[in-house]
């Protein structure tokens, strides 16, 4: 995410993606949005994966729990 923007996508089922993403200015939240979903849309298309919804998420992105590294990626693990 060009300037100063964070993200962090959240894949929240197979075919899933939550996209929480924090800017510094608030009024650039959809400008920035729009982009992204452009950009990464174009990405999962161009490896077959036009099927994946991707969707805002309300919240900002946070640290792991765990070890409070702050990960761009969190893949989907389903319940056992």
Excluded: C, M
């Amino acid at each position: 995410v060009a300037g100063d923007a964070r993200f962090q996508l959240v894949q929240t089922e197979p075919d899933r993606i939550d996209v929480r993403l924090a800017v510094s200015d608030p009024r650039k939240r959809g400008k920035t949005w729009h982009a992204v979903h452009r950009a990464l849309g174009r990405y999962l298309a161009q490896h077959a994966l036009d099927n994946v919804q991707l969707h805002l998420a309300a919240q900002p992105p946070a640290p792991d729990p765990r070890s409070g590294k702050a990960r761009e990626v969190i893949a989907y693990a389903p319940e056992r």
